[in-house]
């Protein structure tokens, strides 16, 4: 199982020498990638309405594709995940083209959370439809392949037409690896039919457990191999004490897990300083060497 980080983002200062100190440390300790959230724009709480969500516009949320294309010349073995990029609320060849671009600029070392977010102020202000966005994402995902595995494309859906045309330079995956998130069942049908992972969000593996029987039923359905099909959990630090933690990472490998982040927002924690101790800590408790990585 491969172990890696959520980069701690919404607490970190916008410093180009700390996001650097921290992806460095990461690959120095061993870790094998560093995943992003991702959000455009934060909604104003006091706005007419209200509003409910996790995040405001005073969260501190870095662009991915422009953050790990910074970190690619700045490290040599890390592997970028975005988890997850909300792609609905973005034109699909655009990210086709961006992704693309930060494949070869990091050597092939992208991987692609894909998901349909859940805050309608983004859609508003990008342009886009928040009401369709599953259905719009099944056709974003074919058209993102083949874009990235043809020189040329010629494409008719119902919301997207390619005139013969086509992305150059093309990734150095063909394609890039495209893992999904979220609960929901229409989710995971659409994860076993067209993803290459699944990225849940649960405390423990015995929470996830009723989920992950369904989506190993539905990835048989779809003629699908389980243990081919890559499943990436998460620590969320504040929840668990350093004790518990080797045994969580042993509850989920045991459930198939094939990746594994470790989250340390939420911690109390003030400087990028406390967050790379953190890291450092836990690097320690798991036993990593930069082989691992």
């Not at 609905?88 to 083209?97: D, E, G």
């Not at 390619?162 to 989710?187: F, K, S, T, Y």
């Amino acid at each position: 199982m491969k172990i890696g980080l959520v980069f701690p983002q919404t607490e970190f200062p916008p410093d180009p020498a700390a996001v650097r100190d921290y992806a460095q440390a990461a690959e120095e300790l061993g870790y094998a990638h560093l995943l992003a959230y991702e959000h455009v724009l934060g909604a104003n709480p006091q706005r007419p309405g209200g509003w409910s969500g996790p995040y405001t516009h005073r969260d501190p949320f870095l662009e991915p594709f422009v953050l790990f294309a910074y970190l690619a010349g700045l490290t040599q073995r890390l592997e970028f995940v975005t988890g997850i990029l909300i792609l609905p609320q973005r034109q699909t060849a655009l990210v086709a083209k961006q992704a693309a671009t930060l494949d070869v600029l990091c050597g092939g070392r992208l991987r692609l959370g894909l998901g349909n977010g859940w805050n309608e102020v983004e859609y508003t202000a990008l342009g886009e439809n928040f009401h369709n966005r599953g259905k719009r994402m099944e056709e974003q995902i074919e058209l993102l392949r083949l874009l990235w595995t043809q020189p040329l494309v010629t494409f008719s859906g119902r919301w997207h037409h390619i005139p013969d045309a086509g992305l150059n330079p093309l990734p150095v995956q063909r394609p890039i690896p495209l893992w999904l998130g979220g609960h929901a069942e229409a989710v995971l049908a659409r994860a076993a039919r067209l993803g290459d992972g699944w990225m849940p969000n649960y405390r423990s593996a015995e929470e996830a457990a009723p989920t992950l029987e369904t989506l190993h039923r539905l990835l048989t359905e779809a003629g699908r191999d389980p243990a081919a099909f890559g499943i990436e959990a998460r620590l969320n630090m504040r929840s668990f004490t350093p004790a518990e933690w080797q045994g969580h990472l042993s509850a989920w490998q045991q459930a198939g897990a094939t990746h594994y982040s470790i989250n340390t927002m939420g911690c109390g924690y003030q400087t990028p300083q406390q967050h790379i101790a953190a890291i450092q800590q836990f690097a320690k408790i798991a036993g990593l060497t930069n082989e691992a990585a």
